[in-house]
């Protein structure tokens, strides 16, 4: 039996995103929780490292010149400033797990979003907001898919659900004949 015909489905950069307080990063953590196959990026920024936090693990902390470089050389999928500082999500590590079949998901704020939307035209965007508070629909139109952040259980299962077609299928052999 042979795999070569095999197909399975690439795995996809999912964006995130929503306004500030929208439980983003709560959301993810039990995306994560429930699904440990979903890699989210660790992000870079010019802040100095809060007591508590390690170099690689929590963020990669960069010298503003080093930023500067990795900004000039393409390296950053998207960036913006965080009040004095820079932060932004490197590109390389993001393509090497896609290539290895493991699905990605990135929480970010709205312009984050739509900057990823205009570098990497491929990634899902999925716009997370808060239940009664639907944004303006010139926004909304550029996402994916919408979830309203009403029951954390429904809003983990339905982006579960949505991430779900970017987990490479188990390979199965094919029966010849």
Request: include cysteine.
């Amino acid at each position: 039996m042979s795999l070569d015909d095999e197909t399975r489905p690439a795995a996809r950069l999912t964006v995130l995103a929503g306004p500030s307080g929208a439980g983003r990063e709560s959301v993810v953590e039990l995306v994560r929780a429930r699904s440990p196959s979903v890699w989210r990026p660790i992000t870079v920024t010019t802040r100095p490292r809060r007591e508590g936090e390690c170099d690689g693990v929590d963020r990669h902390f960069l010298s503003p010149p080093e930023f500067d470089r990795r900004l000039a050389a393409g390296e950053l999928l998207e960036w913006s400033w965080l009040g004095a500082h820079r932060r932004g999500t490197e590109t390389a590590p993001l393509r090497l797990r896609l290539a290895a079949g493991v699905p990605v998901l990135l929480p970010l704020d709205l312009d984050g979003a739509l900057l990823v939307r205009a570098a990497w035209p491929q990634a899902r965007l999925v716009l997370l907001h808060p239940p009664g508070r639907m944004p303006a629909m010139t926004v909304a139109s550029a996402f994916d898919h919408t979830v309203s952040y009403d029951r954390t259980e429904r809003v983990v299962g339905e982006l579960v659900g949505f991430i779900g077609s970017s987990f490479l299928a188990p390979a199965r052999p094919r029966p010849r004949g």
